[in-house]
């Protein structure tokens, strides 16, 4: 048995312990729960988590990258995201969508792709994620993991899977992301204890909170039965000072255009974009992160294994958000000329003043309070590994995960503000815009009027897998067959949001009662009722936002500004109305049910001083995608009816698809030091779910024989297929030292663009009360083709016995076909860290760069994220086998997130989040 036989001697001979031998059987595609011993070598340490991590990579069969935690409980980083970006080939952002970005790396993606083409797993097995931000549950809703809601004390390593194998999941257009926990058979001692306690200091808020996680584990003296217990409770305060423009539209002397009278009067402006809103966003946040991981592990017999494990992670994220905004579309967007002396730049009006006019308010104030906003994630799931004979291995896994992102509530409300007129300058996107309305913000106006009280409620996204797979495995004797690796893979994946809410005004009467408001009264309501728009029912108190507020952007725009506290929105929103029947929203409804099927032949292949593995992966996808149409009767079958906004009536679209993916993976041992590597692969990735199904905006046509209008999601969206060719050369010169170079290359022969696309919608007018399929020319999610091309590479040198350095660098050049960028792709990417461990103090200190990347479409404009910069440092002292404490700085040089539209002169949005230290003190035993 030559595979056999060279598994087992590289476990004895590497003698790296149960995580980094774990990790190579998932590097691998092998299965990972049996046993391995720990009483020869335990290796511990900064040092230790390198050479782990670089035998990994230089035994798999495959390209792969790893992490390896430097001791229970302490990966390199506080978030695993981190510890993923020092890796080449692999970038990370702070945010889903286009909110921009937070203090907390949240998305991993791989070689020029967006995180939605990224797979992420747990031990081999998917896991359904939840989003806390509103807009990523319903408008921006990937496929991507949140890896806010992954602790990075529950990992013992992550294994990065550059190209594909037959064997592995499909799912990742480029490769995937294991993350790879302890089991309980693998420790050493019969009991084992580790706890971390500390607390996180966070400068922007000026708040210190607690940190706590501990591990407990406990074996039989027969290593037949272990179970293991690993919890966290991670509190963390956030703010975030921003100055924002939201959108930019265009000025046009087009028929019907309500910017027609400036470009009239004013040609030179024709054409030229305006910034939309312009606003000074104040965001504060408390995250509260608890769960664990139970797991139990079953050793019968030395031939079968079972291993039982369940999940929980649980973030509260309770936020309150204040948006001061200019507001153009009363402007420029009114067909309000700006005054002479305006400035055009990069076809952009980056300057201008606005003359005031008697009663005319230039600005909105939006607060959003979301007092119990959420995300969630768990799982359960089922391991055996059983070896027949010794020629025979079967493997099983059988499980169930969800996930659920939740917005259960916002109390909100958009004040009408402005003075006399109004004025903006865009400065670029190192410097925050400026604007101003012309009044004093640091308390409410006279003049302040609700504008509306709005808001979706009710929104529960969940996301939920359950999958069951068998997995053999055949040894051969002899020949340059080693063994014959198949098996089948059965999953369900079901998204679904129902039951959404969008609260409007109400009156309230004597009795507490909603009533009907009335727009023919002054403030909505009748006589005798409470209206949300008549000032003695607004709160009656005011804070400011904080004395060093935007501190460092440059710029003029409101500092100093007013705000009611999140209680006092909460005890006004009391003047809503959030009637589950006649404010449901379906607008915001759709489910999404995804079956899958999978079989594979690998054929692994073993020479003198070369391997690799040869198959092929035969995936059958069906997927139905539910709509609700704005139209019908009362009459059509499954309408919701009752709502205010009108009938909508549900629409189910089907397709199946079929998907044949090939792979090699070839590794050739060029000298003792010298590995390189070579591999074609076909994979696949599903779309976004906000591309599939979502909102919809339709204008109807005449009749049958016209055609409408207007944007949606696109239900017949294929998955994106990539063909992709790797190479790579790897040079393991010295202990813990390595000098590789790879190249890539990924023709996406189906990707996901924007454009227009004839779609079919269900229909109603008088003439078709029981619906026609009418025929949209819609904006909306394509097909499309591109490519992407790169080059990675990295050094790893160890400095003496105390010392190291690690270096990487990554290019990419990826593009649609029509030459538009893809989502994600930075140009390139660098990493830089240096260490020192003895006995007792190690330090270590890490930089990252990434260019500028195309981060998607919002408000109709594009939202690009510029070049960033991080530093972040550890120091840590081990007084003793048992204590040991750490400090940790994350975004030491308080860097700022810049992004802009089209150009430079057309900012987004600039923001800063601060600096984080952590301080802790463990215990083992």
């Known amino acids: 048995m030559k595979l056999r036989k060279s598994v087992l001697s590289a476990a004895i001979v590497l003698g790296l312990g149960a995580a980094q031998a774990h990790a190579q059987d998932a590097a691998n595609g092998q299965s990972a729960d049996t046993p391995k011993d720990l009483d020869k070598v335990v290796v511990t340490g900064i040092r230790g988590s390198v050479e782990k991590s670089l035998d990994v990579k230089r035994d798999a069969k495959a390209h792969v990258e790893v992490v390896s935690a430097e001791d229970i409980g302490k990966m390199p980083d506080k978030n695993v995201a981190d510890s993923l970006q020092r890796l080449p080939g692999v970038t990370i952002s702070s945010a889903g969508a286009s909110e921009g970005g937070f203090d907390e790396n949240d998305r991993v993606s791989m070689r020029g792709t967006n995180p939605s083409l990224t797979l992420t797993q747990i031990n081999g097995h998917p896991v359904s994620s939840g989003d806390w931000f509103v807009l990523n549950q319903s408008d921006n809703a990937g496929r991507s993991v949140s890896y806010t809601l992954l602790p990075s004390s529950l990992v013992s390593q992550v294994v990065v899977h550059k190209t594909s194998q037959a064997k592995l999941a499909e799912g990742g257009v480029t490769g995937s992301v294991d993350i790879i926990t302890r089991k309980p058979l693998d420790f050493a001692k019969t009991f084992t204890g580790n706890v971390s306690i500390g607390g996180v200091y966070s400068d922007l808020p000026g708040k210190t909170d607690s940190q706590f996680s501990a591990l407990l584990n406990f074996r039989n003296e027969a290593s037949t039965a272990g179970v293991m217990l690993q919890l966290f409770d991670e509190n963390r305060s956030l703010r975030r000072d921003g100055v924002e423009v939201l959108g930019y539209d265009r000025i046009s002397n087009a028929a019907g255009s309500p910017t027609k009278p400036v470009a009239d009067a004013h040609p030179d402006l024709n054409g030229v974009w305006y910034p939309r809103m312009i606003g000074a966003a104040l965001f504060e946040q408390k995250r509260e992160r608890r769960g664990g991981l139970l797991e139990a592990q079953f050793k019968p017999s030395d031939d079968f294994t079972i291993d039982l494990s369940g999940f929980v992670s649980k973030l509260d994220a309770s936020n309150y958000n204040r948006n001061y905004l200019l507001y153009n579309p009363r402007t420029i967007g009114a067909g309000v000329s700006p005054a002479p002396g305006y400035v055009v730049r990069n076809n952009t009006l980056v300057s201008a003043v606005i003359p005031g006019a008697a009663g005319t308010q230039y600005g909105l104030y939006d607060m959003i309070a979301r007092p119990d906003e959420k995300a969630s994630t768990t799982y359960l799931s089922l391991d055996a590994a059983w070896r ?489 002292w081990k007084f003793n086998d048992m204590v040991s404490i750490s400090l940790d700085g994350m975004n030491l040089t308080n860097e700022k997130l810049k992004y802009y539209a089209e150009n430079t002169d057309q900012p987004r949005g600039i923001y800063t989040n601060g600096r984080q230290y952590y301080f802790n003190v463990r215990f083992s035993f």
């Open 388 to 876: 027949v004979s010794d020629s025979f291995n079967l493997d099983f896994k059988l499980g169930t995960s969800t996930g659920h992102g939740e917005t259960p509530t916002q109390n909100v409300a958009e004040w009408r503000v402005g003075g006399t007129g109004a004025s903006w300058g865009l400065n670029g996107i190192d410097e925050a815009a400026s604007f101003s309305l012309n009044e004093n913000t640091s308390a409410p106006q006279p003049n302040l009027a609700l504008d509306w009280i709005f808001g979706l409620q009710n929104l529960d996204i969940e996301d939920k897998d359950k999958w069951g797979q068998v997995d053999a495995e055949y040894f051969f004797d002899k020949g340059a067959l080693s063994s014959l690796e198949f098996g089948v893979r059965f999953a369900n994946h079901d998204r679904e949001s129902s039951n959404v809410i969008a609260q409007g005004p109400g009156c309230i009467n004597s009795s507490g009662a909603v009533v009907p408001f009335d727009w023919s009264q002054a403030y909505w309501c009748p006589a005798g009722t409470r209206s949300p728009a008549d000032p003695a029912n607004w709160p009656g108190s005011h804070s400011n936002y904080p004395g060093d507020f935007g501190s460092g952007f440059g710029g003029s725009f409101p500092r100093n500004v007013w705000y009611f506290s999140a209680d006092d929105m909460a005890a006004y929103n009391a003047l809503t109305t959030r009637d589950p029947v006649g404010r449901r929203y379906p607008v915001y409804e759709f489910g999404l049910k995804e079956k899958t099927s999978a079989a594979y032949a690998q054929f692994n292949l073993e020479g003198d001083r070369w391997n690799g593995n040869v198959g092929v992966r035969v995936v059958k996808t069906s997927q139905d995608v539910l709509q609700y149409l704005a139209g019908g009767t009362t009459g059509t079958p499954g309408a919701i009816q009752g709502s205010a906004f009108g009938i909508y009536t549900p629409q189910v679209v089907g397709n199946d698809y079929t998907d044949v993916l090939p792979s090699a993976n070839f590794k050739f041992d060029i000298t003792d030091d010298l590995v390189a590597r070579l591999a074609v692969t076909k994979t696949l990735a599903r779309p976004d779910y906000s591309a599939l199904a979502g909102g919809l905006s339709l204008s109807p046509p005449n009749g049958p024989n016209d055609v409408g209008g207007g944007s949606s999601s696109n239900p017949n969206l294929k998955p994106i297929r990539s063909t992709n060719f790797d190479a790579a050369l790897e040079w393991y010169y010295a202990p813990r030292a390595l000098l590789s170079a790879s190249v890539y290359y990924m023709d996406l022969s189906s990707y996901i663009g924007r454009g227009q696309s004839t779609q079919q919608f269900l229909t109603f007018d008088q003439a078709h009360p029981d619906g026609y399929l009418g025929n949209y020319l819609v904006t909306s999610p394509i097909n499309t083709k591109g490519s992407v091309k790169g080059l990675e590479l990295a050094v790893e040198q160890p400095i003496g016995d105390n010392f190291g350095i690690s270096a990487n660098y990554s290019y990419t050049n990826a593009k649609e076909d029509n030459g538009h960028p893809l989502l994600g792709a930075s140009r390139n990417v660098f990493n830089l860290i240096g260490y020192f461990e003895n006995d007792h103090l190690n330090a270590r200190i890490a930089y990252n760069y990434r260019s500028h990347f195309y981060n998607g479409i919002d408000r109709l404009s594009a939202f690009n994220q510029d070049d960033t910069r991080n530093v972040s440092a550890s120091i840590g």
